[in-house]
């Protein structure tokens, strides 16, 4: 059985303009940084852009979102319609608009909230509000 989940590292065409967004935009606190990678403090697991380097992917193309990947990173927040209000006025539109979660449990009710957006590269970053407020 592994553990809990410690490192998540994205591969970046664009340092600059990636470590802007997820240091301003989600306002993330940078751990350490050079010119070909930023590691960003995000709680127990470490966030990381790395520049893309030659063991990154073989070939990246201008797929964004689920075409690109079938990954995405989530955030819990405390008040989804303020960030994802946040997010669309500092020009990161909400792709999903806010919506409740979605059960795995057929039938059950949603337990909170998510909206997702995407970042410069066309990654998808999610946001979660947890539980669901009556």
């Known amino acids: 059985m592994v553990g809990p989940l410690s490192w998540v590292l994205i591969y970046v065409a664009d340092i600059p303009r990636m470590r802007q967004f997820y240091e301003h935009v989600l306002g993330l606190p940078v751990r350490r940084a050079t010119d070909k990678v930023v590691v960003f403090?995000?709680?127990?697991?470490?966030?990381?852009?790395?520049?893309?380097?030659?063991?990154?992917?073989?070939?990246?193309?201008?797929?964004?979102?689920?075409?690109?990947?079938?990954?995405?990173?989530?955030?819990?927040?405390?008040?989804?319609?303020?960030?994802?209000?946040?997010?669309?006025?500092?020009?990161?539109?909400?792709?999903?608009?806010?919506?409740?979660?979605?059960?795995?449990?057929?039938?059950?009710?949603?337990?909170?909230?998510?909206?997702q957006f995407m970042d410069p590269e066309g990654n998808i970053i999610e946001f979660g509000q947890m539980p669901l407020e009556n």
Not at 60 to 88: P, T, Y
């Open 41 to 115: 403090r995000t709680g127990s697991c470490t966030l990381e852009l790395m520049g893309n380097l030659d063991n990154g992917p073989a070939q990246m193309d201008d797929a964004q979102g689920w075409a690109r990947n079938k990954v995405l990173i989530s955030f819990v927040v405390a008040d989804i319609h303020a960030e994802a209000a946040r997010m669309e006025a500092a020009g990161y539109p909400c792709i999903t608009g806010v919506k409740p979660t979605v059960s795995s449990i057929p039938g059950a009710p949603p337990r909170g909230f998510i909206a």
